[in-house]
């Protein structure tokens, strides 16, 4: 852990986590095929899966930034999120189709879903992958989960949170995503807040 880091510099390290995930995952995808279907929030309208606020700390930034960091966390306390990410904004009847409002600030977990793999207890690479794209890219899933046992390069997922461990174990817990976006949001208030303190006295 690197605890010389404060809060905003965490933050900037997260990012350039994320950027490296993002240049390795376009690599495979273009290599691949197989990307989320357009328009689909399945995930997204999951309201157990696991983030930690280390990985949003970004979002909770530009919240702040933008004013609404306070709101934002209100509106996940009071849970009118209706069981969503609080970044989702869905466009059909049942839920599961949308977008996020905050694409360039998601979460690592948004970033390795069908673009990233796990061993299995075999020691072979299993894509992570939703039940929706299995289904729906049956052939494009069974060709990559073969190639990327043999000549595909693809992001490793354990590769990645070891990188965000690095940053700050202790802010790495998982908790369903909307309690890890409200905890990202009350570290930077509670950050800002003293900072704000500290250059009023000096």
Do not use: H, W
């Amino acid at each position: 852990m690197n605890i010389s880091l404060n809060l905003e510099e965490k933050s900037l390290a997260v990012l350039k986590v994320f950027k490296e995930l993002e240049e390795e995952a376009k690599q495979f995808t273009s290599g691949s095929g197989l990307s989320c279907l357009t328009g689909c929030g399945a995930c997204c309208a999951n309201p157990q899966i696991p983030a930690s606020a280390l990985e949003f700390l970004p979002l909770a930034f530009d919240f702040f930034n933008k004013g609404l960091a306070e709101t934002i966390l209100s509106l996940i306390e009071s849970g009118d999120d209706q069981g969503n990410c609080i970044v989702y904004r869905t466009n059909s009847i049942s839920g599961k189709m949308g977008y996020c409002t905050n694409y360039v600030n998601r979460g690592m977990i948004c970033r390795l879903f069908a673009a990233s793999a796990r061993k299995n207890k075999y020691g072979q690479k299993d894509i992570i992958i939703c039940k929706t794209l299995k289904e729906q890219k049956q052939e494009a899933y069974l060709a990559v989960t073969k190639r990327i046992n043999e000549d595909l390069p693809i992001p490793s997922a354990s590769k990645f949170y070891m990188y965000l461990e690095e940053i700050d174990e202790s802010l790495c817990k998982q908790l369903p995503i909307n309690q890890a976006i409200a905890f990202a949001l009350e570290l930077v208030l509670r950050f800002k807040y003293y900072q704000q303190e500290v250059d009023l006295t000096t």
